[in-house]
């Protein structure tokens, strides 16, 4: 079984974690565990601290994505996520990012970067709004066990929210990196 990130780097378990805190505990732990630190060590300790180095740069990566540190914490607490596990997404959310998406694929076509950015800030609402409610969820989750699975499951639509944000912001963030590499003459003003 995976160790928990939180442990492994040291940190409290919670959502709105002080990422700079977590940057120095990993700068820290990667230091110690450094090749170099174990050059004249057995051949078996140089892998053990390997492997403890790669369970540090992946508990990193997990902390600092706010979708893969809600996924730890949900876990934490016992709760699944992922499609299986996770609420459907509401047919409102399902309809607004379809929607956003056709309007993305539209000016994309026009090479509209100015629609592209309002598209991407109407969006980043969505994910903000759906931070919120995960970190308000975490922070009230510190209660009985029956209490916090209530809260934890009503917040967890918002998880799913957040996927969709990051999905359109990734084809967002693909769009612009292809016209910056187009040539100077298709660029839009």
């Given at each position: ?9 040291g940190v409290e378990p919670r ?21 170099d630190k174990h050059a004249g ?149």
């Amino acid at each position: 079984m995976a160790r928990c990130p939180f442990d492994i780097l040291g940190v409290e378990p919670r959502f709105d974690l002080d990422l700079k805190a977590v940057a120095e505990n990993h700068r820290a732990l990667a230091k110690t565990l450094h090749p170099d630190k174990h050059a004249g060590t057995s051949a078996s300790e140089r892998r053990l601290a390997l492997g403890h180095a790669i369970d540090v740069n992946d508990a990193v990566r997990v902390l600092k994505d706010p979708i893969k540190r809600a996924e730890a914490l949900f876990a934490r607490f016992g709760l699944g996520t992922g499609e299986v596990s996770e609420p459907k997404p509401s047919p409102a959310l399902l309809m607004e990012m379809m929607e956003a998406r056709e309007e993305l694929a539209e000016a994309v076509r026009k090479r509209d970067i100015a629609e592209v950015r309002s598209l991407s800030a109407r969006v980043n609402a969505t994910k903000d709004a759906a931070l919120v409610k995960l970190s308000e969820a975490f922070r009230q989750a510190d209660c009985t066990p029956n209490e916090r699975t209530s809260i934890l499951l009503a917040a967890l639509p918002a998880l799913g929210e957040l996927r969709y944000a990051k999905r359109f912001a990734d084809e967002v963030a693909a769009f612009e990196e292809a016209l910056e590499d187009s040539p100077n003459q298709d660029r839009p003003t």
